[in-house]
């Protein structure tokens, strides 16, 4: 693999490889290498590469010292999108490794309702004590159809 025109400095507190070029809108470093035109790859991708081999299909590299621009290959780590994004301090990780509701009720395959296209959890004892604090509706009556 090319060499890319910046490198690293080496912080002795953390171990990381914090790389020098200005990071990407995402906050990652971004490596430049040659060619015309010229070629960019993520930086930590490029350092695995590198130091490592492969990246194998299906994975990425995920920073286990969640620093952005590091480029330690002792700090990357090659996983499932899925385990990269729990790994995560997004909400949706944050929430998915919650293991009980607000009220302390587990999330388990009989108490959990998944609701809508974004698999959201909630907690079906919540619900049910939702449902009879809240006063109940009249029907409509049903519709017809008119000639």
């Not at 996983?79 to 997004?90: A, F, I, K, M």
């Not at 395959?109 to 939702?130: I, P």
Request: hydrophobic content about 25%; aromatic content about 6%.
């Amino acid at each position: 693999m090319t060499e890319p025109t910046h490198t690293w400095t080496v912080d002795p507190d953390t171990g990381c490889w914090n790389w020098t070029l200005a990071p990407n809108d995402g906050g990652y470093g971004l490596a430049r290498l040659g060619g015309k035109p010229e070629r960019r790859i993520m930086a930590h991708r490029w350092s695995w590469e590198h130091h490592v081999g492969p990246i194998p299909d299906g994975l990425q590299i995920d920073h286990l010292c969640r620093n952005k621009i590091c480029v330690n290959p002792a700090h990357l780590e090659p996983v499932t999108p899925r385990e990269n994004n729990l790994r995560s301090t997004s909400m949706a990780a944050i929430h998915a490794r919650k293991t009980h509701c607000i009220r302390g009720h587990e999330f388990t395959d009989e108490n959990t309702y998944r609701r809508g296209d974004n698999n959201a959890r909630q907690c079906r004892a919540c619900r049910r004590l939702y449902d009879a604090k809240r006063p109940s509706r009249p029907r409509r009556p049903a519709r017809t159809l008119r000639d």
